[in-house]
């Protein structure tokens, strides 16, 4: 009985499988993959009746030198609310675009990028990566309607605390789409 060699696709199929198995290639994959999904798909604004109309609220936290930090959500400004980690790959492959999103309209809403990891492994990742971004770390629990499991979760909120834009999973933040919707927010 002569034995069947394998063809190009199941070695190819087994090379995959293996580099997704190994730490150091899993991760660059994984980002990969998530930055071909950004390229796919742009957050829009949802719906009028899918947004959600949060209670106002003061967002208590920390920054990673562990100066308090408040902000208020839904009390007169545009709000870019962000639950991430720097251990996920769909979460390190949308930071590009939100640093982009934030060397624009830093001046002219509130962006709150929040982690629970700890501080100097952030401060060690954004010096890195050379991004400025406020990132912070929570003091209360995450608002009912904000909670999610999945990261990166990602809410463009209005001045007046209305969810106008939710997003799971990285995506491209810095679209003509996000800025146009966030141009009119923030003169409203």
Known sequence: MKEKKPDLSTIIFAIVIILMIVP????PIQEGLSKIRMVLFSPSKMDEE??????????RLTALDGTP????IGNGNVTFLS???????????????????????GDKMDFVLITNEDPEVIQTFLDK????LPVVLPQMETPAPLFERTIPTNYIIDKKGKVVIKEQ?????YSD?????LDVLVEE
């Open 24 to 27: 150091q290639t899993r991760m």
């Open 50 to 59: 899918e947004q959600i109309q949060l209670e106002p609220f003061t967002y």
């Open 69 to 72: 930090v408040n902000v208020e």
């Open 83 to 105: 639950y991430w980690a720097t251990w996920c790959p769909p979460c390190r492959a949308e930071l590009p675009s939100i640093q982009e999103l934030y060397n624009d309209y």
């Open 129 to 132: 990566k050379q991004y400025n």
């Open 169 to 173: 999973g990285a995506t491209d933040w």
């Open 177 to 181: 789409k996000v800025r146009k919707t």
